[in-house]
């Protein structure tokens, strides 16, 4: 059974940084696409990040590019997502996704999902 283990998130200050780290199980992940997304109450799950199978290729939401970092160790199936100059509004559960195929910023290309971890930023 494929699975996906986020940690790393956390209650930080605004202007701090976390790490969030994504462990994958079950299956080799180094030919699948990694996704990021984050969901807050009422709203839907929304695209954070994404990096190709290779890392080659990146892709970012206009609200965090350049603070957020999308990376991989194939070696280890661990996808991370470093952030950084954190906002009170990136407050969410952050999950991580894998996919095949992906479009990469549409969740529902995505084949497996972690369980989330929560990112509390305070002001």
């Known amino acids: 059974q494929a699975q996906l283990v986020e940690s790393g998130g956390g209650l930080v200050q605004a202007g701090g940084s976390l790490r969030l780290s994504c462990v994958a199980s079950?299956?080799?992940?180094?030919?699948?696409?990694m996704g990021w997304f984050r969901q807050v109450p009422g709203r839907e799950r929304g695209f954070v990040a994404a990096i190709s199978w290779s890392g080659r290729t990146t892709y970012y939401a206009n609200s965090v590019k350049g603070r957020f970092t999308v990376s991989r160790d194939n070696a280890k199936n661990t996808a991370y997502l470093e952030m950084n100059s954190l906002k009170p509004e990136d407050t969410a559960v952050y999950y991580c996704?894998?996919?095949?195929?992906?479009?990469?910023?549409?969740?529902?290309?995505?084949?497996?999902w972690g369980q989330g971890t929560q990112v509390t930023v305070s002001s």
């Open positions: 996704a894998a996919a095949e195929t992906a479009s990469y910023v549409d969740s529902k290309s995505y084949d497996y």
């Open positions: 079950g299956r080799t992940f180094s030919r699948f696409a």
